[in-house]
């Protein structure tokens, strides 16, 4: 269990840093949103940072975020909840029933189910695609040349109504390079939202355009 005090001193300090990068990049503070990491932590480490304003998380598993979200969001109804790891299609309907948005979008058959569960329980969920900028083979994500054919199908065919584009980039890779793509393919697409950037890195992603940060470590401290 992380220091209760600890993570609202570690929330602050990103907020913080958050702010001094949209300064320094000429954007406006509230332009960027935080999505902080809550995987792998219990609602008793969740609820300080409820209390203290926090309000859009992320979390990586379906299951996990059943067990623990409903009864927080419960208390506070104004949370903003993200899917941030990969879905399987037979986890949709909890997905979608659970989850704001889902930001890993990311083939087709993904894609149908979101749908399909969508129009079944009259939600309408923000979606990202996914984008596997490194094309790494064990990592999930459309690879970028497909990216454009992909969002064409999941508005046309689909009618889902995609805001953005989110990454991962490979852990040994410089991540600049992997934003400032995203950057360019979202506004080919015309796509507004970029989730990019987590603790080691979201200041560079603010500085290339991220609309949101995945943020974890950084907050609640190193995971054990």
Same mark, same amino acid.
């Given at each position: 269990?992380?220091?209760?005090? #600890?993570?609202?001193?570690?929330? /602050?300090?990103? /907020? ?6 949209? @300064?320094?990049?000429? %954007? ?9 990491? #809550? ?14 304003? /926090?309000?859009?998380?992320?979390? !990586? ?13 419960? /208390? ?5 909840? @993200? ?5 399987? #299609? !037979? *986890? ?12 890993? =979008?990311?083939?087709? *058959? =993904? ?11 009259? %939600? ?7 984008? !596997? ?44 390079? @992997? ?32 609309? @949101? ?12």
């Amino acid at each position: 269990m992380p220091d209760q005090s #600890s993570s609202v001193a570690g929330l /602050q300090d990103v /907020q913080a840093r958050m702010a001094r990068a949209a @300064h320094d990049a000429a %954007r406006a503070v509230d332009a960027v949103t935080l999505v902080a990491v #809550s995987k792998t932590y219990e609602a008793p480490d969740i609820l300080p940072m409820l209390e203290a304003g /926090q309000r859009v998380f992320g979390e !990586n598993r379906v299951q996990e975020a059943k067990a623990k979200w409903p009864a927080l969001k419960a /208390q506070y109804a104004d949370v903003t909840l @993200h899917l941030i790891g990969p879905l399987q #299609s !037979n *986890k949709a309907a909890e997905a979608v029933a659970l989850f704001d948005c889902i930001e890993t =979008i990311d083939r087709p *058959k =993904i894609a149908q189910a979101v749908a399909a569960e969508m129009g079944k329980q009259g %939600r309408a969920l923000e979606l990202f695609v996914q984008i !596997n900028t490194g094309e790494e083979p064990q990592k999930a994500g459309i690879a970028p040349k497909e990216a454009k054919s992909f969002v064409h199908y999941c508005r046309d065919e689909l009618k889902l109504k995609v805001a953005g584009l989110m990454c991962i980039p490979p852990a040994e890779d410089m991540a600049a390079p @992997h934003f400032a793509l995203l950057a360019k393919m979202a506004m080919e697409l015309g796509l507004p939202k970029l989730s990019m950037g987590m603790s080691s890195d979201f200041e560079c992603a603010i500085s290339l355009g991220a609309t @949101h940060v995945r943020v974890g470590s950084a907050i609640f401290g190193a995971r054990v």
